[in-house]
């Protein structure tokens, strides 16, 4: 992981889940949190998947729920391998490539290269994989 100390890393933003069905799964995630979903769910055709949030506490990381959106989404093999579950950890990041280089130097692969997420007002993201097979999205701060 990136250190406490290091300028790259903000935050940790969001904790990712793949569920078959947003519509089905919110309403319990946000019952066993005690708090309201507010139904809002973003498409992007960028990743072939759509999105919502659930936040539980102000100030935590918000808990993100991921569907695929096409058959060839990539989180559709997770779903047939795995099933519903912890999917990835999203941190926020200051400088999306150094923090990017600075997880290669600890031995972690780029998954996907930084691209515009449509959740996320355009800022980017990127993928990789930790040695550790820990999935981990990087969000820049501020949009390019």
Known sequence: MIPPNSSTLLRLHHIGFVVASIESSAPGFARSL????????????????KVTFI???LGDALIELVEPNAEDAPVNSFLREKGQ??????????????????????????????KPAVAFEGRRIAWLLTAEKL????LEIEKA
């Open 135 to 138: 999935l981990l999205e990087l």
């Open 34 to 49: 005690g708090v309201d979903w507010d139904e809002v769910v973003f498409t992007d055709p960028g990743q072939k998947v």
């Open 55 to 57: 936040k539980a506490v």
């Open 85 to 114: 579950g912890l999917h990835h950890l999203c941190y926020e990041v200051n400088k999306l490539e150094e923090a990017m280089a600075e997880l290669r130097s600890r031995g972690a692969l780029i998954a996907k290269s930084p």
